[in-house]
Structure formats: C-alpha cells, structure tokens
C-alpha cells in the first residue's frame, strides 16, 4: 500500500492524503473522491501511513506536471499566499503520450529568413547573451523585436524553444505576420480570444515539438513546454502582467524565476523599463530609432478636453490627407455622471465609486462589478435636469470628433468596441489602408501597433495619470505618454499634443527617460520598491464591522514584528465592491522573507494577501 499527498486543483485546500495499491509518479494528475464528489488533483510527495483512515486514489491520468512545474508551483503558493491546487491550476499539465516526441528536433535552417541585424543591435544582442537575466532597454522603433527574434534563432538552431511573452493587447495581427514570416509554420500564438478548436491544436503542436516559439500574455508562461531555451518578455512594464486575483503573481517575476529554475537566459524588454527592472537587472541600451523623422511636442496648459487648438490640429491633418491618433485613459463616454446643480454623483448601489456612462447601449455602468443602470433623467437628492460629466472618454471623444469634421472617418478603438482577436485585425487593416483618418482609444493605442502613417498624436489626460494616488504615477504618466508618441511619426515628421498643466515635468524627461530614472530612484529610496519590499492585505465582508474587526485583529499581532512597518491600516479608498465593504493594511519591509514570516504567523480568515502590489484603491 502507497500513501500520497495529493493536491486538489483549483482548491484553496491544503494537501489531502490518499492510499494507492501501487507506486504513482509525482506530479500525475489523478482522479479521487471528497465528500462524495470527484476531484481532480495531483500526486505531490510519497508519505507514510497516516493514523486515520484514508480513501483510495480512483484513476490516473496521462496527464503529469513535471519537477520544474511542481517547483515553480511550491514558489507561487509560498510567495503569493496560495494553496498549491491554486498554483497548479494555472498550469497545463504535459502529455505521457507526448513526452518522447517532444525531444525530436528537426533542422530549422530549412524553414528561416534570415534576419539582418545593425552594428547596435547586434552589439545588444551579444550583451543580452551574456547575461542570464538582462534588459534589453530600446526605444520606439529601435528594432528590439528583430533582436528578439534573431535570439530566438540561434535558440532554435541549438535543438531548444523559445517562450515570448507579451501583454494581450500586443498579441496584434502584425506581431503574428512579423514571427511567421521568419518562422513559418514554428510559431504558436496563444491568447484568451482563442477557440477551443484552436487552442486544441495550439496544444497538440506544443505537445508534438512543432511550436519553437510560443508567444502569448501571462498564461503563456504555464505552457508545458520541453527543451526551453529562453524566455523573453515584451513591455516589461506593463501592469497587465500582475494577476488581480489569487494567486496575484507576476508574470514578469515568474518568468525570472523560471529561467533560474531551468536553467535558461531571461530578457525583458521595453522603450520605458519599471524602475524595478532598471535597477536590478544588467541592460543594453539603444538609442533612435529606424526612423530619421523628427517629432514636435506641443504643450496646452489645459484640463481634459478637445480643446480650440486639437481640433485645429486635427482639421490641419485631415487637409494635408494624414492620419492621427487621440489618447485618452478613458473608456466610455466619460467618468461619471453628476449634478451639475447639487453636486450628486451617481454611484454604484453595490461599490463606492462613480458609474461610467456609456451612451452607445444608454447605460451607466460600474467598472469594479459590471453593475448597470439605466441613463437617469433627473438628479434624485435635488430633482434637478442638470446632469454633466466630467472627465471625457473615447465614446464621447468620437462624437464630438465626428460631429465637428462630418466628412472625417473616426473610429473607436478600445475594450469597449475591440473585443474579438479578428475585430482588431480588421480595424488595424482598415487604419494602415488610410480607411480610417482619426483613431481614438485608450491604453490599446500605444501598445506594439506599427501606424505608419500617423502625424499628429494628439495626448489628453495625463495630469489624472500624473495626480493618481500610486508611487509609481510619475512613471506610469511619463511611459504612457512616450509610448504613445512612439506610434506617430514613423515615416514622416510628426507633432504630438499634450493636455497639461505639468509642462516642465514631462518636457525634461520626454526624451531623457533615462534621466527621469535615475532622478526617481531618489524619490524612492528608504521608501518604496525596488528598495523595499510592499504587501497589501485585503479584509472584505458584507457586515463591514467585520472586516473592521479582523483588520485590526491581524494589525495587533503584526505589531509584534519589529522588522515590519505598518504603513497604514484602513478603509481602502473604494470603500466597497459589489456590496462588500473592504480595509486593508498596507505592509513595508526590507526583505520578503520577513513579511512572508510575519504574514504566516498572523494571518486571519478573512485576509487576502498581495505581495508586490500595484493596485492601490
């Protein structure tokens, strides 16, 4: 008789012991009952005979997670306060049917283009291969993909594969046609807009050994593939890699730690590294682009509107038959919806924040629960009919855009209107076949497109990214607003406007990111990440003297940590969320292993934990 350890997929449950009548490997996916219910779980360890009775281990599978996934797995859980089942259930196991053909490697010379490389990026290259983790630091249009790619080259021709990682909403038409077409039929692009049918067959093919380079967002990373010879991740930046649910990793910290684990070269890569990556890591730098085009930036001092001089410059680009592109951090018609006589704002009835309104389906809608309500009339508190908005969104910006240059074709480009993989395709076809004169859009607009034809960028919102109650808002205003202008004047001059009022700020770092690095470090330090470690504990109940109540409960015995600092405990600043109301502690200290420790020891049942967090509301 056989004693396991299994563990419950997708089960905050710690490990359960069950029997077998013969020897299992560890890390088989197995079949077994509780509480009269199948489970799904997996063998972690081999134990002894436990005092109490156990039940039998019912079937296996031909499914197994190997060492390095098992290992990967204790890491999550540890670090991201997790069960294992949870940390496991973010991965796809391996195939027993599969694991040999997995070994075969065919000569790729036979199926790739070759890819030129200047003397810069060549001498990147050679830097990035002599590091195992490094930073690959580019600006827009500095040809890091090609570089990227050319790696991924001599990966492939030693008998290993690559995984590229990159935010969702770069997984463009464009990327896909750019890696086929020096790959050919290697390549498997992996993404949640994926078909079931495809995704089988994306599967089968990294299964089969036919993929050599996967390329997807976060979950990529938990693809079970052999003979991994590098990891690269895109955008490095990008907040999309953290997870907003437990576990609430990282993707880009998983990705170090996988090259640790196997043993392989990591590279992250961005035209705005975090200042976490800057100061960690080693990095190549490279400077201009391919492009000799110039850029002019203009600077109104103003609050978020389609001001007098952007629709001038809009009217400016549409006679000279160009293109342009208008930035706003804001989906929907905008923000919220208030009294412009009493003051009231219209709030979710299930969280405290402001409704967004979406004209196109006549809605106010709640971005924490997806709660919706329709377009009030009158102001309930006053009974007034003065109802504004402030803040302006895309939907809203398309109207007026629209409105004001009948002739003009002005499209939308977001969430909201791009919400399948083949509307992106079609909308980006329809803009670099000039079909469309104006594009508005949010964070999607800067993120890995090539507009070829663009010459006016034009950049509203920034002082709400800049004011926003985060440590990292200088960063995040300065990258969003220089990968944006990133996407214009890529084969002709360009002018970028920029709504601000913080000229001096934005002007001295535009071009100098560098700088504006080295400068934030110093604001940073004795404070915040990299130089000290932050976690954020979530206290969420229906009854909020609860949550109250358990917040403080774990705020006491944290006291007793003296390497700890309770930077504060509260209600959080979205007091509540589809009807329960939250608090929350926030946590610094030098090293992760002490929080960990002082975590472990404290925890109560209603804390939900997030290490590294970025979400501050």
Known sequence: MKYYRISLLASPLQPLTYYATAEIPIGTVVSVSLNSHKKRGVVLQETQKPSFNTLKIETTEDKYFSKQQLELCKFIASYYFSSEGEALSLMVPFHSVNSSQTKSVESEDSFLKAIELSQKQSEALKFLKSHKISLLFGDTGSGKTEIYMKYFQEVMQKGK???FLMPEISLTPQMTIRLEEHFQGSVVMWHSKLTPKKKKEALEKIYNGGAKIIAGPRSALFLPIADLGLIVVDEEHDDSYKSSSRPR?????????????????????????????????????IKGGHFNSKKEFIYEHSVEKLSELVMKELQRSLQKREQAIVFLPTRANFKYLQCGDCGYTFKCAFCSVGMSLHQHVRALKCH?????????????????????????????????????FKEAKVEQFDRDVITTANKLKKALQRFNNKEIDILVGTQMLSKGHDYHGVTLAVVLGMD?????SDYRAREKALSALIQVAGRSGRLNDARVIVQSFNEVFFKSYINKYEDFLEEEKYFRQELYPPFKKLCRVLFSHKNGAKAQEEMRKMELALQQYANIEIVGAKKCAIERVANKYRFEILLRADKATDLIHAINATKVTLAEIDMDPIEFA
């Open 161 to 163: 594969r690559a995984l």
């Open 464 to 468: 709400n990214m800049l004011n926003m």
């Open 249 to 285: 990793y990282n993707a880009r910290d998983i990705a170090i730690y996988m090259g640790k684990i196997h043993k392989i070269p990591v590279v992250l890569g961005s035209a705005t590294p975090s200042l976490s990556s800057y100061v960690k890591f080693p990095y190549a730098r």
């Open 368 to 404: 924490y629960c997806n709660a919706t309500m329709a377009i009030p009339q009158v102001c309930p508190e006053c009974q007034s009919q003065n109802l504004t908005s402030s803040r302006i969104g895309t939907a809203q910006a398309v109207e007026e855009i629209q409105e004001h």
